[in-house]
Structure formats: C-alpha cells, structure tokens
C-alpha cells in the first residue's frame, strides 16, 4: 500500500508541474504580447504619414479584443488553464489548423522512432556496460571504452549520414530509400543514447564491485550470474537516475536535428516550422508538449525508483 501511496504522490506532483510550468509559459506568452503590441504601434507611428490615425486606433482595437487584453490577468489565467486541459490550443497561422488537430497524429511519429531507439540503446548498452565492468581493464573493457569515445565523438547528422549511405535505394523507382526513414532515425536515436548508457552502466558497476557484500560474494565461491545479478540490483538505481536525465537532454536536441535532416514530419518538425513563421501559439505549445513529455519521463523515473528501492517509496 505504500507503493501505491507514493505512486499517487509522485502522479500529484507531475499534475502539478505540468499546471505549473504551463504557468510560467502563460507569463511568458503575456510579455511576449504586449512586447509585440509596442512594437507593432512604434512601428505604425514611425511610419508617419503612411498610417493615419484611425488605422491606428482601428488595429490597437482589434489587437486588444483579439487577444483579449481589456480583461482581468486573472481571467485570462483561468482561461489559460481551462484551455489546457481541454485542448483549446488556439489556431495554428502557418497550417491554418487548430494547434491541437496540428499536433495530433505529430507527437505519436515522433515517439514511433524515440520510443525504440530508447528501447534499443537501454537493451544494449546495459548489458555491455556490465560486462566491461567485470572484464575491466580486459579486451572487452578497452574495446567498450573506445567506442563509447567514437559514439560520443560523432554528431547524429552524421550519424544519419552514415545510415543513409548504407542504406541501398530502391532500383527503378522513385528513387526513394528502401528502409522507412523512421527505421533509420530510431537507428541514430539509439546509436547516440548507447555510448552513454554503456559509460553510466559501467561506472554504476565499478562503484559496486569494490564493495565488501562482492567480496563476502566472491569469498563464497558463487556463479558469475549470482554474482552479477546482487550487483545489478544495488547498482539499478544510480544507472535509472543517470540514464533517464542523460536520455531527455540528449533527445531533446536529436529530434530537432533527425527531424530536419529525414523526412519525418513530427514534433520537432512542425516547431522549426512555427519558429520560421513566427506562429506564437505553435510555439508555445510544441514547447509546451516537449515539457510535458519531460515531466512524464520524470514520473516514470520516480516509478521505477520506488520500485527498485522500497525505502524511497517510504520515505
């Protein structure tokens, strides 16, 4: 029961930072437009003879009532709010769509080629990381170390330059590859997340073995997967803690760059595209999105540390 307490306290505080960084988002987005508003009458009146009055006061009419900035701050807060949890995005100028039916469908590409690349490199680059910790200073150590050093060296453009040139195209058709390009980025997704899930394993290990339960283990004479499974389980919690912040900072750049360089038109895409077009709403809410996605990685990170640790889930 206690599990389940915890579970419930750590889903209350994600709702609650996700309330509240859409707080600090709507402080920024009032700035932003009354910034906009300044510039957009000093500009008007720099213009002089071009813009007469009644032209001014006809846009700071229509400026002011479009986004409704003669009611209360509060209101607006609330609006705000009420506009998150049911979706109400507001319109989208570079598609000419709501925001959210602009989203829709987007979010879901994205996380069809990160959630495998994730998968992949966790699958990976654990196993490795444990077996160069116990092999430590051996072949399979050193060989370990220097591919990290190579992985961690390349850039994902190039890693999805290198990808793409492997990858044969289709002989007499359009021209087109032969491996869906969301194969191709959840390769280069997993390919840049393995190097440090490999060097955070490892070094989770390393902390481990030296300790005096390895010792009284060794001394017992006990089997390798005996051995390495006691390890794994006091070295589980610094390798979830490691990984899981490495994995969103690192994913966060990725998508941009897979996104602009493959033909992938997800969440990162539509972004670049609203900051091209200085589509306000798209980008308040792909960023939005993004801080969301981050704060359920962040729950699911606290799961798995009461699960892997009773004591957190007491405390």
Same mark, same amino acid.
Not at 71 to 82: A, I, K, M, S
């Given at each position: 029961?206690? !599990?389940?307490?915890? @579970? ?14 859409? =707080? ?6 009032? &700035? ?19 813009? =007469? ?9 229509? !400026?002011?009532?479009?986004?409704? @900035? ?16 049911? #979706? ?18 987007? +979010? +879901?590409? =994205? ?6 690349? $994730? $998968? ?25 170390? &220097?591919?990290? !050093?190579?992985? &961690? ?15 044969? !195209? ?12 969301? +194969? ?24 481990? /073995?030296?300790?005096?339960? $390895? ?6 004479? %006990?089997?390798?997967? /005996?051995?390495?499974?006691? %390890? ?17 900072? $690192? ?21 670049? %595209? ?7 709403? @798209?980008? =308040?809410?792909? /960023? #939005? ?14 799961? @798995? ?11």
């Amino acid at each position: 029961m206690s !599990y389940v307490s915890y @579970l419930l306290r750590r889903f209350a505080f994600a709702v609650f930072s996700v309330y509240a960084a859409a =707080t600090v988002m709507f402080g920024f987005t009032v &700035l932003q437009i009354r910034l906009i508003f300044r510039h957009q009458l000093a500009f008007m009146n720099w213009a002089g003879s071009d813009t =007469t009055e009644q032209e001014i006061e006809r846009f700071r009419e229509s !400026y002011i009532a479009q986004r409704r @900035l003669d009611h209360p701050l509060h209101e607006r807060y609330l609006d705000w709010l009420v506009d998150l949890t049911t #979706l109400e995005w507001g319109q989208s100028i570079a598609y000419r769509q709501p925001v959210a039916a602009v989203l829709d469908g987007r +979010v +879901v590409t =994205t996380l069809e080629y990160v959630v495998p690349g $994730v $998968v992949i490199a966790v699958a990976l680059g654990v196993p490795l990381g444990v077996l160069a910790a116990f092999a430590k200073n051996g072949p399979v150590d050193w060989s370990a170390r &220097l591919s990290t !050093y190579a992985l &961690l060296g390349v850039p994902v453009f190039m890693l999805i330059t290198y990808l793409l040139a492997a990858v044969p !195209y289709v002989p007499g058709g359009d021209g087109g590859l032969s491996v869906h390009p969301q +194969v191709v980025a959840a390769v280069a997704v997993a390919a840049s997340l393995l190097a440090g899930q490999l060097r955070f394993s490892r070094s989770a290990v390393l902390d481990q /073995t030296g300790r005096e339960f $390895v010792k009284m283990l060794r001394a017992k004479g %006990v089997s390798r997967t /005996t051995l390495v499974r006691h %390890v794994l389980r006091n070295a589980a919690l610094p390798i979830v803690s490691l990984s899981l912040s490495e994995l969103l900072a $690192v994913l966060v750049l990725n998508i941009y760059v897979i996104e602009e360089v493959l033909p992938i038109d997800g969440l990162a895409r539509v972004s670049l %595209v609203a900051v091209e077009q200085g589509d306000m709403s @798209l980008i =308040t809410w792909t /960023t #939005l999105v993004i801080v969301f996605l981050g704060i359920a990685g962040s729950f699911l990170q606290d799961v @798995l540390y009461g699960y892997l640790d009773p004591q957190v889930s007491v405390e």
